[in-house]
């Protein structure tokens, strides 16, 4: 599976490359990860859990960083095993910084799906896949807007700290996962078959939202 994309984000290059190196702020991009820790420089350990379509579970990886060139580009390796199956893949950023303060980041990589996760099709995994990298990119942006916005009245004080940014929920997470399903499966000539899908997509919802409420028991 092949990925690759463009996002601008609203801030410099040095505020974006320090915030895509920022274990805390890159565990808050995605709903479900348990943990993201740095163990070196250049490596980072964690766990995952993940549901794509019926198949869901815990993944337990590392993800390295190489070939490293800050404030610019670098080259990751993900390596992530558990009961649903394999990921494993490389991909690269490369940063650009842009005329109005803003900076584009250019991305692109190669995955490796096994295991019973890929017994739900590659079209779907391809669908979760690209929802997943663009509500994580927004919610970076999100993060990194929220560190500069102006002072409300209630924050005006020396003594008060604006509040901190609260990143999207499982649920609104999944939710987005299924309207980014909707829109790459659902064409005008295939609408009649619009009840089936949706019934899929709460099915996937719900179970996604109580996996999570499990979790925190």
Known sequence: MKLSGE???D???NEVWELLRDPDELAKALPGTQSLEKVSENEYTGKMHVRVGPVS????GKLTISDEVPPESYTMQVDG?????FVKGTGS???TAQDDGKTLMQYAGDVQVGGRLASVGQRLIDSVSKSMVRQG???LNMALKA???????ETTAATEQPPAFTPPTEAEFAMGVVKDLLEDVLSPENKQ???IIAAALISFVLGYWLGGKRRTH
């Open 193 to 195: 078959v619009l009840q």
């Open 93 to 95: 950023i490369k940063l």
């Open 147 to 153: 560190k500069h916005a102006p002072p409300t009245p």
């Open 7 to 9: 996002f601008v984000f």
């Open 57 to 60: 579970g815990v993944f337990a």
């Open 81 to 85: 095993r558990g009961a649903p199956g």
């Open 137 to 139: 990119l927004e919610t």
């Open 11 to 13: 801030g410099n290059q």
